[in-house]
Nanobody
Framework: QVQLVESGGGLVQAGGSLRLSCAASVRAFSMYFMYAMGWFRQAPGKEREFVAAITWSGGNTHYADSVKGRFTISRDNARNTLYLQMNNLKPEETAVYSC????????????????WGRGTQVTVSS
């Protein structure tokens, strides 16, 4: 019911910034604002991990401890778009970043999410 497409990834030097976007296409009788949204990342050889999440209204946000103070998640429900502003990036944060959508609670958990984008590569050079 929800299709997600990420963009904004690329190559950046350590300490640099990137802004990721996630455009959502939602079927009729379902509205983008019904879904909580999250960002996750997966590095080669590692499990997918939680990065940040935001409730349907945007009123509550959650972050992994490792990104607090550097990353900001936001959403524009009028544009059906999710964002992740990433500042002061580190080489160990090189990964494929994916957005995901859910109507359930526990929005910091990978298994909560029903819909996933294909991801966008973020590479941070040292």
């Amino acid at each position: 019911q929800v299709q997600l497409v990420e963009s904004g990834g690329g190559l950046v030097q350590a300490g640099g910034s990137l802004r990721l976007s996630c455009a959502a296409s939602v079927r009729a009788f379902s509205m983008y604002f019904m879904y909580a949204m999250g960002w996750f990342r997966q590095a080669p050889g590692k499990e997918r991990e939680f990065v940040a999440a935001i409730t349907w209204s945007g009123g509550n946000t959650h972050y992994a401890d490792s990104v607090k103070g550097r990353f900001t998640i936001s959403r524009d429900n009028a544009r059906n778009t999710l964002y992740l502003q990433m500042n002061n990036l580190k080489p160990e944060e090189t990964a494929v970043y994916s957005c995901a959508a859910t109507t359930r609670n526990s929005i910091t958990t990978v298994r909560t999410y029903d819909y996933w984008g294909r991801g966008t590569q973020v590479t941070v050079s040292s």
